[in-house]
């Protein structure tokens, strides 16, 4: 699996938007973007995933660049709910035996 | 649905003592997952069961075992505890398919003393 890059931590206003950024510059063509947090003392919570289109659900939007270096979490409005530690992966499909492989993530504040 | 859930939530061992950790998922997943989690770092796969009657080894499997006679539960057993397997452990299931997320249990605190 690519190798990815996240900043260590981020403060974010309430009800602000909330831009947490990736880097995965050695991305191959067939592996995802996926996006998970961490409440703490909770368990792992999926976000979201894409593989070169932009993509929105409920919870957040995720931007992913031309040359998929790099993509980009948002959180069109944060809550205090929301801090948490966000983790970017990247992989190939998930085939049964894969495991999720979390690095540092984002660890980010929603401060109101 | 309740989703998946773990028992216990807490959990003191002595050295030595045996015990087992139950996760029980109601989503009909074929996919089942055991991981630990260690202070500031992330998860790690111990075993997987890829459907009923199945299991296998992940990333860390020593020391443990398990089973999965059932679909919906997915048991996880320390026959002999030891300090270094103190930590936090979440199981998970998913659907069949590539792409499909898993979806966690709120974890299992275990002190091995």
């Known amino acids: 699996d690519a190798k990815t890059t996240q900043p260590p931590s981020m403060d974010c206003a309430e009800g602000r938007a909330a831009n947490l950024p990736c880097n995965h510059s050695?991305?191959?063509?067939?592996?995802?973007v996926y996006w998970y947090r961490q409440i703490h003392s909770q368990g792992p919570q999926y976000i979201i995933h894409?593989?070169?289109n932009n993509e929105t659900n409920e919870m957040a939007s995720l931007i992913i660049t031309e040359d998929r270096k790099s993509s980009t979490l948002i959180l069109p409005h944060a809550t205090l709910r929301d801090t948490a530690v966000y983790y970017c992966?990247?992989?190939?499909?998930?085939?049964?035996?894969?495991?999720?492989?979390f690095g540092g993530g984002t660890r980010v504040l929603v401060k109101p | 649905n309740a989703g998946v859930t773990q028992t216990p939530k807490f959990r003191v061992l002595k050295t030595g003592q045996s015990m087992t950790l139950l996760c029980a998922q109601d989503m009909n997943h074929e996919y089942m997952y055991w991981y630990r989690q260690d202070p500031g770092m992330g998860l790690r796969l111990i075993h997987y069961?890829?459907?009923?009657?199945?299991?296998a080894k992940g990333e860390v499997p020593d020391g443990y075992n398990v089973s999965r006679l059932k679909k919906q539960n997915f048991l996880l057993g320390l026959e002999s505890a030891a300090p270094s397997q103190t930590s936090v452990y979440f199981c998970a299931s998913r659907e069949a398919g590539d792409y499909n997320e898993q979806f966690f249990g709120p974890g299992t605190r275990l002190t091995v003393l």
């Open positions: 894409g593989l070169k």
């Open positions: 050695t991305i191959s063509g067939n592996e995802y």
């Open positions: 992966i990247v992989r190939v499909a998930l085939a049964a035996g894969n495991k999720l492989t």
């Open positions: 069961s890829v459907g009923e009657g199945t299991t």
